[in-house]
């Protein structure tokens, strides 16, 4: 189905959302016609925050708004939807378009597989009827679906549209960038020739599958890494739990600047306790790019002063190969928290690939190396 056509039928005006490429059409489609327009569309940090913003704007116009999301998000709106938008307590109707990755008897990555599983299993839980848009889904049923929907909608209960892979199309191409020359990729090889035999937890997304390339590439183990394949945002949190157990080993975090925001209080946790073996790396591109390159808020905030202002005793951001290494070898080298900000193109390698190990032979690899190496700093 053309993406405009399921924009007109679900006849909404405003979208709020955290981008998936499962759902790139409408991203590219909302991106294309009004971009970052807070009247119309807004890219939020997590699934609970847009589906706050949506409560808002039901509240101050009364029309019901659309809020969109990879199925791995469900989990991040269960608070809202169960404590603000549930018809027992406010009856703030809103209308979900979910990405389902991991659909049972579709191959995916591993972190997706139990979350498909379970994706309309948790619609349930949260009273939301859904109905399942594919390839062949007509328009004729969509608007069906949309009218039996409409006595729930007008109760104040919400309802979900569970977009399958590929059921969306959308003709018109649409193009990312900014204006950073390093690569994110390239970055990953200068942290790691620095980190040298330091345990690296690495965010979801490419970064962990570059990180795992790099390591291939150099024939070295995979030992001294964490990806983090799911739990986008937690990353920071992970290597929190491990430099504070781990006192006497630097502990190294590649983040995102899409993940870091979708958790941010995290930082004021990480710099409440400030832990002197801790590095943390956010690879800011400004974008979502695993996802496709939507945009991220992070090109109009001050991470280093959020950061400053958390506790972290060192903060600094780069935008070259030189001041990179530089600041590299100085959080090496410290004995206090350290937070570097890195600038980063969009863009990534088409023949990226990865990783062959799975999640748990990666957790028990690490965990070994963790529990039997000790390194003094």
Request: with cysteine.
């Amino acid at each position: 189905m053309k993406v405009e056509n399921f924009v007109n039928i679900l006849g909404a005006d405003f979208y709020t959302g955290v981008p998936d490429s499962q759902l790139k059409q409408l991203c590219d489609y909302l991106m294309n016609t009004y971009g970052i327009d807070n009247k119309h569309h807004i890219i939020a940090a997590n699934e609970g925050n847009c589906t706050a913003i949506a409560a808002g704007y039901h509240l101050a116009t009364g029309k019901i708004p659309v809020v969109y999301m990879q199925n791995s998000g469900e989990g991040n709106i269960i608070n809202p939807v169960a404590s603000l938008l549930n018809d027992n307590v406010y009856a703030i109707p809103s209308i979900f378009v979910i990405g389902w990755r991991g659909e049972p008897g579709i191959k995916d990555e591993p972190q997706h597989v139990y979350q498909g599983k379970v994706t309309v299993k948790l619609l349930d839980d949260m009273d939301i009827q859904s109905f399942i848009l594919g390839k062949e889904t007509t328009e004729e049923e969509l608007k069906s679906a949309l009218d039996k929907f409409q006595p729930l909608l007008s109760a104040g209960k919400s309802v979900a549209f569970v977009i399958r892979k590929g059921a969306l199309s959308y003709d018109e191409k649409v193009s990312y960038k900014n204006g950073y020359t390093m690569t994110r990729e390239e970055i990953i090889q200068h942290i790691t020739k620095v980190s040298g035999a330091d345990p690296i937890v690495s965010t979801t997304g490419k970064a962990s599958r570059e990180l795992f390339e790099t390591r291939e590439a150099r024939k070295q183990g995979h030992q001294y890494d964490f990806l983090t394949v799911g739990s986008m945002g937690h990353s920071s949190s992970i290597a929190l739990g491990i430099a504070l157990q781990k006192p006497e080993t630097k502990i190294w975090c590649i983040d995102g600047d899409g993940a870091a925001l979708m958790h941010l209080g995290a930082m004021a946790v990480i710099g409440a306790n400030r832990p002197k073996n801790f590095i943390h790396i956010i690879i800011n591109n400004e974008a979502h790019e695993t996802v496709g390159g939507m945009p991220t808020v992070a090109g109009q905030i001050d991470i280093i002063g959020i950061a400053k202002s958390c506790g972290y005793p060192k903060a600094v951001s780069v935008n070259s190969f030189e001041r990179l290494d530089e600041e590299l070898v100085k959080c090496k080298n410290s004995n206090e928290l350290c937070l570097l900000e890195v600038k980063c193109s969009i863009g990534a390698r088409a023949d990226l690939g990865r990783p062959t190990t799975t999640a748990l032979e990666n957790k028990i690899a690490f965990m070994d190396y963790l529990n039997t190496t000790k390194r003094a700093y």
